[in-house]
T-cell receptor
């Protein structure tokens, strides 16, 4: 079974600054995907960024980037130039790769990020 | 292309009643997943369905909970004889075949009084 750990319950950052959210996971699988989801006060789950485990290059989506350390089983999210709209809960999630099939997501407990004006 | 639809958005039930939560996947998506989010917690997987088939129900409580995804119509998550501990947000996600991308609905917030 897979586990995802987000040990920081909450963080705060000044607008326009950079913040890093931590995530570690445990799995015996060699092929998998990792995700960061954002849940704003509306509670809608929004995909922020994804990383395929077989790719060494870290994924980047505009102001969001990840630091994927496969050997350490670490997957942190960096948010640059933080904006007030980034205030939300952020969830790290794991998905096992299953050949020819779909698979479920395993989520961490989440971290509450507050961006201060 | 409409997103994943869930209804109702809010549902209040008294202890012992039944709750029915509906999920309409995105057009072209044949796979549906149900997740539950308890207060201050992350989402926990419940069940994964394909049309007319349950693929993985490893996260479903053994009693009172059932799910279906018929050939026609939405997926239904059914909770019989609800208890206060069932109060949570229930999210549905859908995906096309052989895809790692899951698209989430807005959730149904169930309150049991």
């Amino acid at each position: 079974a897979q586990t995802v750990t987000q040990s920081q319950p909450e963080m705060s950052v000044q607008e326009a600054e950079t913040v890093t959210l931590s995530c570690t996971y445990d799995t015996s699988e060699s092929n998998y995907y990792l995700f960061w989801y954002k849940q704003p006060p509306s509670r809608q789950m929004i995909l922020v960024i994804r990383q395929e485990a077989y790719k060494q290059q870290n994924a980047t989506e505009n102001r969001f980037s990840v630091n994927f350390q496969k050997a350490a089983k670490s997957f942190s999210l960096k948010i640059s130039d933080s904006q007030l709209g980034d205030t939300a809960m952020y969830f790290c999630a794991f998905m096992k790769h299953v050949t020819g099939a779909n698979s479920k997501l395993t989520f961490g407990k989440g971290i509450t990020l507050s961006v201060r004006p | 292309n409409a997103g994943v639809m869930q209804n109702p958005r809010h549902l209040v039930r008294r202890r012992g009643q039944e709750a029915r939560l509906r999920c309409s996947p995105m057009k072209g998506h044949s796979h549906v997943y149900w997740y539950r989010q308890l207060p201050e917690e992350g989402l926990k997987f419940m069940v994964y369905l394909q049309k007319e088939n349950i693929i993985d129900e490893s996260g479903m409580p053994k009693e009172r909970f059932s799910a279906e995804f018929p050939k026609e119509g939405p997926s239904i998550l059914r909770i019989q004889q609800v208890v206060r501990g069932d109060s949570a947000a229930y999210f549905c996600a859908s995906s096309p075949w052989q895809s790692y991308e899951q698209y989430f609905g807005p959730g149904t917030r169930l309150t049991v009084t």
